[in-house]
C-alpha cells in the first residue's frame, strides 16, 4: 500500500504552490489574504511553504479563490468510482 514514491512532503509542497499562484494571480501579498481568509500571515505562509497547515486553512483558501466546489467535485468523484468496485467483504 506504501509503495509509491512520492512523499507526504512533496504533495504538500505543491498544495502550498497551488496557493501561491492562486494568491498572486490575484495580486495578493500574504497578508491581504490571510486577513480576508481570518487568518494570520503566518498560517498563509506555512501553507504556501507546506508546512504545518491544517485541512481548514486549505478549505478556506479553496473557497476563496472559487475553487472548492471543483476540489468537492473531485473528492466525490474518486468516492464514487470506489463506491462501484465490488466489496470483498
Known amino acids: 500500500m506504501f509503495t509509491s514514491s512520492i512523499k507526504i512532503k512533496d504533495v504538500k509542497s505543491e498544495i502550498g504552490l497551488l496557493v501561491k499562484s492562486y494568491r498572486k ?3 495578493l ?4 489574504l ?3 481568509l ?10 504556501e511553504s507546506g508546512k504545518n497547515f491544517t485541512i481548514d486553512t486549505l478549505l478556506k483558501a479553496l473557497q476563496y ?8 467535485d473531485f473528492v466525490k468523484g474518486k468516492r464514487s ?6 466489496s470483498l467483504y
Open 81 to 86: 468510482e470506489n463506491e462501484d468496485v465490488e
Open 65 to 72: 479563490f472559487d475553487k472548492l466546489s471543483a476540489f468537492n
Open 38 to 47: 481570518e487568518l494570520s500571515r503566518i498560517t498563509i505562509q506555512n501553507l
Open 29 to 32: 501579498s500574504m497578508q491581504e
Open 34 to 36: 490571510a486577513d480576508k
Open 25 to 27: 494571480g490575484e495580486k
